[in-house]
Every structure is written in C-alpha cells, then in structure tokens.
Nanobody, 124 residues
C-alpha cells in the first residue's frame, strides 16, 4: 500500500514558478511509475506529466511541455513537479498518482494510488 501527500501549491502571478512535491509512504515506491494530473473546477481530470519507475523516461502533456519538469528521488520516496512560466490556465488542483505496473500512462484509470491534491492558482 502507498499513501501520497502533495505539497507546494499556492497563489502566484503569471510567469512565476512553483515546485510541487509528492511524498510517498511505502517500501515499494521505487517500483512504481508516478504521474501528475490536474483538475480545474467543472473540468475533467487531465494528464500533466509522468515518470517511469527508474526515472529514465518521462512524458508531458503538450500544454506544459517546455515549462514543466517531473523528477523523482527514489531514496527519498519523493516526486517533484517543477512548474515554470506559469499561466492562468494552469490553475487547478494538482494530484500525484502512482502506478504499480511501473510504466507511464496518460490514462488516470491506470493509476492505483492518489493523493488528495494541492491547489495551484495563477493570477494574471
């Protein structure tokens, strides 16, 4: 079993940066693929970024490519999402997710564990 806790969200102005963290409990963290999703009010939860079990492969949604970067430190059971050049359309609750199959997926249903989310608000 894995428990995920996100942190690092907040209120920033357009063009600023934030780094989100996802702290995981559990002794098998290093075997899981990890991802970030986000959900704005009234909208579907959408894929943001993912990283495979070893950290050797990453994937990004087109809307964040070149601005966001996902990374992981397995020794610390932590996944990060560095968000640069933030835009108002990035405003959402950001969720960390874990996939026990080890491989990256853009589909939310593939992920087995979810955090409670952290709010990111970007003002213009």
């Amino acid at each position: 079993q894995v428990q995920l806790v996100e942190s690092g969200g907040g209120l920033v102005q357009a063009g600023e940066s934030l780094r989100l963290s996802c702290a995981a409990s559990g002794r098998t963290f290093g075997t899981y693929a990890m991802a970030w999703f986000r959900q704005a009010p009234g909208k579907e939860r959408e894929f943001v970024a993912a990283i495979n079990w070893s950290g050797g492969s990453t994937s990004y949604a087109d809307s964040v490519k070149g601005r966001f970067s996902i990374s992981r430190v397995n020794a610390n059971n932590t996944v990060y999402l560095q968000m640069n050049s933030l835009k108002p359309e990035d405003t959402a609750v950001y969720f960390c997710a874990a996939d026990s199959t080890r491989w990256i997926s853009w589909d939310a249903y593939e992920y087995d564990y979810w955090g409670q989310g952290t709010q990111v608000t970007v003002s213009s």
